[in-house]
């Protein structure tokens, strides 16, 4: 089965600073590539998704960058916040079969 | 939010009882998922149903058994609870039309002692 991986586990950024999180994934059938937002003792909430016909995507502070030849797809927070610090999930799912692989997670802590 | 519930949220049970884990959705979704967190393993997939009475193993099913008798509710069984079992559960919903977005109840925290 799909198989993703995320680096780096846990990034600490000043606000303000941009944060990256990639993701890699093994399945060359996956087209579907959501990133998942959780706070502390809440539930997964979508950010963004992006689809294997699209190289990128923006909406407003987030954007998803996808590298289908390397396998790998990007969440980039710029401008960042207090209010991001989260564990941010990626995932992939294969054509068809709507289960979402997912990643081991990232926390990310903005330092203010 | 969409429309889903999962009950309990907090469970305490002791090893070797069954225990029964319930998701209730209003969004009349067909894909319905059950996923355990655990420190350092991320969301990990239990089992999933794709319409009423159909349902698929995920990548750790061993010990747990579901059911979905009707489109709402999808039930997660631990036939004989086990220490290892003890984690945040949660339900997540899909349309299922072309891979679209998942979403997430609130989450079960289950306790083995």
């Known amino acids: 089965g799909e198989n993703v991986e995320q680096h780096p586990s846990t990034l600490s950024v000043q606000e303000g600073d941009s944060a990256v999180i990639k993701c890699t994934y093994s399945d060359s059938a996956s087209n579907y590539f959501p990133w998942y937002k959780q706070e502390l003792g809440k539930r997964p909430q979508l950010i963004i998704d992006?689809?294997?016909?699209?190289g990128e995507k923006k909406d407003q502070r987030i954007a998803v960058t996808l590298n289908k030849t390397a396998k790998h797809f990007s969440l980039h927070i710029t401008e960042t916040q207090p209010e991001d610090s989260a564990v941010y999930f990626c995932a992939a799912s294969v054509y068809g079969n709507n289960r979402l692989a997912f990643g081991k997670g990232n926390q990310v802590v903005v330092i203010p | 939010d969409a429309g889903i519930t999962q009950s309990p949220r907090h469970k305490v049970t002791e090893t070797g009882t069954p225990v029964t884990l319930r998701c209730h959705q209003t969004e009349n979704h067909r894909y319905m998922y059950w996923y355990r967190q655990d420190p350092g393993h991320g969301l990990r997939l239990i089992h999933y149903?794709?319409?009423?009475?159909?349902?698929d193993k995920g990548e750790v099913s061993d010990g747990y058994s579901v059911s979905r008798s009707k489109t709402e509710d999808f039930l997660l069984t631990l036939e004989s609870a086990t220490s290892s079992q003890t984690s945040v559960y949660f339900c997540a919903i899909s349309s299922g039309t072309e891979n679209t977005e998942a979403f997430f109840g609130q989450g079960t925290r289950l306790t083995v002692v």
């Open positions: 992006i689809r294997s016909n699209v």
């Open positions: 149903s794709y319409g009423v009475k159909d349902t």
